[in-house]
């Protein structure tokens, strides 16, 4: 089983709507979560963290649930300018290597 | 904020040929990461380096090497270019142990082994 596992897509959506993506992680003692955005032939950039409480920075809702070791991302009133890849990342106890997963590319459409 | 620069955006080289990817960052961070991007493959670590002349190895560190004299600047060196080394090279930075902040990239280096 990869450590950290995502959804490719595409997940296709029209303008407005809302659509969440999910992150799995396989090792119980990750400290640490984030959200990343990558557009197409850019490198990744943060996008929020990932508190136990949950966090919302405008459209975006980030939520971790450790005793189902996942992270989701949700996205409402999606923008054309939404579509990107989204990589989670996690960072377990003590450790300096962040793991990422693979990434959920996602296609807003007109 | 954090910035992290990489020597070139775009590379051609052939094979056989030594290359240097040059990173830089200007956080003071201690710990500095090289990855590949590969198409359906996601990022995967080649070295990492959590202080000055330290290094270790990633996940597919055949065919590379790393240097790291100061702490601001972390170099990949691909000794002898093959063409299964083309891809996206992406450096990233972390302030380093204990902290619970994230990684930071660099704008990337695309090469092309031909």
């Known amino acids: 089983r990869k450590e950290v596992e995502q959804d490719p897509g595409p997940f296709n959506v029209p303008e407005g709507a809302t659509v969440a993506f999910n992150c799995t992680y396989s090792?119980?003692?990750?400290?640490?979560f984030f959200w990343y955005r990558q557009d197409c032939r850019k490198e990744p950039k943060l996008l929020m963290s990932?508190?136990?409480s949950g966090n919302e920075d405008g459209r975006f809702t980030a939520q971790l649930n450790r005793a189902s070791q996942y992270i989701s991302l949700l996205i409402r009133d999606s923008k054309l300018s939404d579509s990107a890849t989204y990589l989670c990342?996690?960072?377990?106890?003590?450790?300096?290597?962040?793991?990422f997963g693979t990434g959920t590319k996602l296609q807003v459409i007109p | 904020d954090v910035k992290v620069t990489q020597s070139s955006r775009y590379l051609v080289k052939r094979t056989g040929e030594k290359v240097f990817l040059e990173c830089v960052q200007d956080?003071?961070?201690?710990?500095m990461f090289w990855y590949r991007q590969d198409p359906g493959l996601g990022l995967r670590l080649i070295y990492f380096?959590?202080?000055?002349?330290?290094?270790e190895k990633g996940d597919i560190p055949e065919g590379y090497s790393v240097s790291r004299e100061k702490k601001e600047r972390f170099s990949l060196i691909l000794e002898s270019a093959s063409t299964n080394q083309t891809s996206m090279y992406l450096c990233?930075?972390?302030?380093?142990?204990?902290?619970?902040?994230?990684?930071?990239f660099g704008p990337g280096t695309r090469l092309t082994v031909l």
């Open positions: 990342a996690v960072i377990p106890w003590g450790y300096q290597k962040v793991t």
């Open positions: 090792n119980s003692a990750s400290q640490s």
């Open positions: 990932v508190y136990s």
């Open positions: 956080m003071d961070h201690e710990n």
């Open positions: 380096s959590y202080d000055v002349k330290m290094k």
């Open positions: 990233a930075s972390h302030s380093g142990q204990g902290s619970t902040d994230t990684q930071y």
